[in-house]
Each structure stands twice: as structure tokens, then as C-alpha cells.
């Protein structure tokens, strides 16, 4: 297995696509070991066709599907009535937003991509730093990892048979925790770079309550998932599809905006994004199936647990290894891949398994704003028109912020399992 991890790594390296550098890696395992290709086929079809994973593209459609019928531009108006008085409002904008569409969106990168596109004129015409608003168009989408419905937290779950419904509820505290640290870290550098606030006074709560309630409907749907989930009236793939429902519901009889044409488009864009997504699912079942049979995992558990027993520096230690992972492969992969081989060891060492998906999903998604292959960062810089450089430049108090996150939930796991033990009880 170890050959094929290194065609991977080399593969890779060489720029070919995420998807097949996994399916070759795969079939060159297959091929080394002389196991019958049934196998391989089997393995990509059985892992594309799970019903849990099933969950992704119902979600990934239900995104789009809230970003074409209106909800992201009421909610643009809502966080721009809440956050005008502060200093960089635009960037306050930014992470009060992403916290938001947490619930709407469900992909970093989709939502970075998004509000640059949306807020980043603004923020030019303002005067704003490219870089600075790249970094933090890029790294406020971060927040949409732990806010439900995670992409994320979803295939972890799924990967590594944890409570789906228990890591929803573990991703508000550090979601949040995310966001008001975000904010301050805008307000020390927007005062520092003189971004003066658009408005001298608070909004009147009048205005604040209105576009409150304008944008009630992509505030009631996160809330809508947990109760269906928690009370076992949807399965998490089966509120996917209600969120599908909802969308269309909320676009074409509510908001009046979901047209024959929009909605096509918003079809054709689900498509790609969700074939994507689908080809990286099945080949990455191939490629576990040769971790499983090499016992990749116990050799990898031995060999950490031969460095130190101590849980906090083993968890520090796979953190470290988690950030490098990330500077080079997508989020989606990284789950797919290692949760199997890095839970076991973490539950053998007493580490919550909800507490390291929140962790894990965090830091692997932070990967997605640093180099050399994060994919936020390339987007960002490049609708922002500036340099990579520029963007990991201006944004180191942004990085910094999340790195306070990762360190609150590695000192504090009780903080993270609050809502989800209030909610269904401790956990064996």
C-alpha cells in the first residue's frame, strides 16, 4: 500500500487531478497484489451508492438552489444593517455572513468564492487592501465547516460511524467562536489599515428587525435539520432532500424569484460540482479498501503511539500532520482517506471522536487557504486580482484566529460536547 500512497503523492505532485491520482493509486495496489478487479469495481460502485453519502449532493444542490432563489442577497442586507458601525464593515460583513450561510451553502470554498464575488467590489471601491479582503473572503468561509450542514462533517461521520447528528450540534460552538474571533481580528486590522466604519451609529433596531425577518427563512433552516435529525423524523440523507424541498418552496412561493431559467442554471452548476464530488467518492473506496487490507492503520497507530501516549501531544502530532495534508490534497479527500486510519488511534488514546472530527474537519479546511494547493486561496486572489502572496500576507491575523479555535478545542473538549451531550445525552 505504501507503493501506491507514493504514486498518489507523485501523481499529485505532478498536478494531475485529485480524482484519478486516487483511482490509479488504487489500481496500481490492486495490480501489485494481483487482487481480482471485481473487487475494484465493486468497491467504487458499493461506496458511490451509500445511502448516507447520498446526503452530499442533496446538500450540494440544496445550496445552490438557496444561493439562485434569493436568501443570500437578504441575508447580505441583514448582515450589513448588523455590522455597519464597525470598523472593515465589509469584512464584518464577511463573517457574520459565512456563520449565516453555514446552513445554506455547506462548502469553504463555494462560500469564499461567493462573497468575494459579491462583497469584493465593494470592498475595492471602499479602499480596502485586495489582499486583506481575499484573505478574509477566503478564511471566513472556514466557519462554513463547522456550522451544519458540513460537507465535512458529513463524510466524517459517515467514514468513521460517528453520530451525524452529534457533530451538527458540536460544530456551533466553535463555529461561533470562529466568527466573533474573526470579527475582532478584522477590527484590530481594519483600525490598523484606517477602514473607517460606513456608519457612524448603530442601525435603528427597526431596520436591524426587518431585514431580520426578510432573511427568516435561511435563519430557520439549520435549526429545521437539527430538530428533524435529533427527533428521528429525517435521517441526515433524508433531510438533504428535504432541503432541496425547501429551497424550491422558498424561491418560487415565498420569495418569487426562482425562475424556469435560474433554475436550470442552477441545475447545470449542481451537475459539476456533484460529479466531482461522486468520482472522488468512488475511487476513494478503492483506495481504503487497500488501507483496511495492508493494516495500514495499526502500523500507523503503533508507530504514534510508540512516540508519545501523552493525548494531548499525540493529537498535537496529528494536527501537524492534518495541516500538511492540507497544503496539498482537498478537504473531501482528506476525510475520506484518513479518517479510517487517524480515529482509531485518537479513540484509543481517549480522544472524543466528535471532539477530533471537529478538530479534524477544522484543520483540513484551513488547508483550503494556505499553499500550495489551496484551492479558496487561488480562487479568492484570483477574483480579487492580487497575489498569493498578498492574500497570506495581509491575512496572518485571520489565520491566527483560527489557529485560537483549534487550540480552544484541543484545551476545552467539554466546551465542544455541551450541545450535542445536552441535546442526546452523554455518550457511552
Given at each position: 500500500?505504501?507503493?501506491?500512497?507514493?504514486?498518489?503523492?507523485?501523481?499529485?505532485?505532478?498536478?494531475?487531478?485529485?480524482?484519478?491520482?486516487?483511482?490509479?493509486?488504487?489500481?496500481?495496489?490492486?495490480?501489485?497484489?494481483?487482487?481480482?478487479?471485481?473487487?475494484?469495481?465493486?468497491?467504487?460502485?458499493?461506496?458511490?451508492?451509500?445511502?448516507?453519502?447520498?446526503?452530499?449532493?442533496?446538500?450540494?444542490?440544496?445550496?445552490?438552489?438557496?444561493?439562485?432563489?434569493?436568501?443570500?442577497?437578504?441575508?447580505?442586507?441583514?448582515?450589513?444593517?448588523?455590522?455597519?458601525?464597525?470598523?472593515?464593515?465589509?469584512?464584518?460583513?464577511?463573517?457574520?455572513?459565512?456563520?449565516?450561510?453555514?446552513?445554506?451553502?455547506?462548502?469553504?470554498?463555494?462560500?469564499?468564492?461567493?462573497?468575494?464575488?459579491?462583497?469584493?467590489?465593494?470592498?475595492?471601491?471602499?479602499?480596502?487592501?485586495?489582499?486583506?479582503?481575499?484573505?478574509?473572503?477566503?478564511?471566513?468561509?472556514?466557519?462554513?465547516?463547522?456550522?451544519?450542514?458540513?460537507?465535512?462533517?458529513?463524510?466524517?461521520?459517515?467514514?468513521?460511524?460517528?453520530?451525524?447528528?452529534?457533530?451538527?450540534?458540536?460544530?456551533?460552538?466553535?463555529?461561533?467562536?470562529?466568527?466573533?474571533?474573526?470579527?475582532?481580528?478584522?477590527?484590530?486590522?481594519?483600525?490598523?489599515?484606517?477602514?473607517?466604519?460606513?456608519?457612524?451609529?448603530?442601525?435603528?433596531?427597526?431596520?436591524?428587525?426587518?431585514?431580520?425577518?426578510?432573511?427568516?427563512?435561511?435563519?430557520?433552516?439549520?435549526?429545521?435539520?437539527?430538530?428533524?435529525?435529533?427527533?428521528?423524523?429525517?435521517?441526515?440523507?433524508?433531510?438533504?432532500?428535504?432541503?432541496?424541498?425547501?429551497?424550491?418552496?422558498?424561491?418560487?412561493?415565498?420569495?418569487?424569484?426562482?425562475?424556469?431559467?435560474?433554475?436550470?442554471?442552477?441545475?447545470?452548476?449542481?451537475?459539476?460540482?456533484?460529479?466531482?464530488?461522486?468520482?472522488?467518492?468512488?475511487?476513494?473506496?478503492?483506495?481504503?479498501?487497500?488501507?483496511?487490507?495492508?493494516?495500514?492503520?495499526?502500523?500507523?497507530?503503533?508507530?504514534?503511539?510508540?512516540?508519545?501516549?501523552?493525548?494531548?501531544?499525540?493529537?498535537?502530532?496529528?494536527?501537524?500532520?492534518?495541516?500538511?495534508?492540507?497544503?496539498?490534497?482537498?478537504?473531501?479527500?482528506?476525510?475520506?482517506?484518513?479518517?479510517?486510519?487517524?480515529?482509531?488511534?485518537?479513540?484509543?488514546?481517549?480522544?472524543?471522536?466528535?471532539?477530533?472530527?471537529?478538530?479534524?474537519?477544522?484543520?483540513?479546511?484551513?488547508?483550503?487557504?494556505?499553499?500550495?494547493?489551496?484551492?479558496?486561496?487561488?480562487?479568492?486572489?484570483?477574483?480579487?486580482?492580487?497575489?498569493?502572496?498578498d492574500t497570506f500576507k495581509d491575512g496572518w491575523p485571520f489565520y491566527a484566529a483560527v489557529v485560537l479555535v483549534i487550540l480552544f478545542m484541543i484545551l476545552f473538549p467539554q466546551a465542544v460536547l455541551y450541545l450535542p451531550n445536552l441535546v442526546y445525552g452523554v455518550s457511552g
Amino acid at each position: 500500500m505504501f507503493i501506491a500512497i507514493g504514486v498518489f503523492l507523485v501523481l499529485l505532485l505532478a498536478g494531475m487531478p485529485v480524482a484519478f491520482s486516487i483511482g490509479i493509486s488504487g489500481f496500481t495496489f490492486f495490480m501489485i497484489r494481483d487482487l481480482p478487479m471485481t473487487v475494484l469495481v465493486q468497491k467504487s460502485i458499493s461506496t458511490s451508492q451509500s445511502f448516507t453519502m447520498l446526503a452530499i449532493p442533496l446538500f450540494i444542490l440544496a445550496g445552490n438552489l438557496m444561493n439562485s432563489c434569493g436568501i443570500t442577497k437578504r441575508l447580505l442586507k441583514f448582515c450589513n444593517a448588523c455590522t455597519g458601525h464597525m470598523y472593515g464593515n465589509i469584512g464584518q460583513v464577511s463573517c457574520l455572513m459565512s456563520t449565516l450561510m453555514g446552513g445554506v451553502s455547506g462548502s469553504a470554498v463555494a462560500d469564499a468564492s461567493m462573497e468575494c464575488r459579491i462583497l469584493g467590489p465593494e470592498m475595492t471601491r471602499l479602499g480596502y487592501r485586495r489582499g486583506w479582503s481575499a484573505a478574509i473572503n477566503g478564511i471566513s468561509g472556514l466557519i462554513v465547516a463547522t456550522i451544519p450542514p458540513s460537507m465535512g462533517l458529513i463524510i466524517y461521520g459517515t467514514v468513521g460511524e460517528v453520530s451525524i447528528g452529534r457533530l451538527f450540534m458540536a460544530g456551533w460552538v466553535p463555529g461561533l467562536l470562529m466568527c466573533v474571533l474573526l470579527m475582532l481580528a478584522v477590527t484590530w486590522s481594519a483600525k490598523r489599515y484606517n477602514y473607517k466604519p460606513e456608519h457612524e451609529k448603530p442601525a435603528p433596531f427597526s431596520v436591524i428587525f426587518k431585514t431580520f425577518l426578510e432573511s427568516i427563512w435561511a435563519m430557520l433552516f439549520p435549526i429545521l435539520l437539527i430538530v428533524l435529525i435529533r427527533f428521528g423524523i429525517m435521517s441526515p440523507t433524508e433531510s438533504g432532500a428535504f432541503a432541496c424541498a425547501y429551497a424550491l418552496i422558498v424561491g418560487t412561493v415565498i420569495y418569487h424569484e426562482l425562475t424556469w431559467e435560474s433554475l436550470l442554471q442552477t441545475l447545470r452548476a449542481s451537475v459539476k460540482d456533484i460529479t466531482v464530488i461522486t468520482i472522488i467518492l468512488a475511487f476513494s473506496g478503492v483506495f481504503g479498501y487497500g488501507v483496511v487490507y495492508d493494516n495500514i492503520t495499526v502500523t500507523i497507530a503503533n508507530a504514534l503511539i510508540s512516540v508519545t501516549s501523552n493525548s494531548v501531544l499525540l493529537l498535537l502530532l496529528v494536527i501537524l500532520f492534518l495541516c500538511i495534508c492540507g497544503m496539498f490534497m482537498e478537504t473531501t479527500v482528506i476525510a475520506l482517506i484518513l479518517t479510517p486510519i487517524l480515529l482509531p488511534v485518537m479513540r484509543s488514546v481517549g480522544v472524543d471522536e466528535v471532539v477530533f472530527g471537529m478538530i479534524m474537519m477544522t484543520t483540513v479546511t484551513f488547508g483550503v487557504m494556505t499553499p500550495p494547493v489551496g484551492v479558496a486561496l487561488y480562487a479568492t486572489s484570483d477574483i480579487m486580482e492580487c497575489s498569493i502572496g498578498d492574500t497570506f500576507k495581509d491575512g496572518w491575523p485571520f489565520y491566527a484566529a483560527v489557529v485560537l479555535v483549534i487550540l480552544f478545542m484541543i484545551l476545552f473538549p467539554q466546551a465542544v460536547l455541551y450541545l450535542p451531550n445536552l441535546v442526546y445525552g452523554v455518550s457511552g
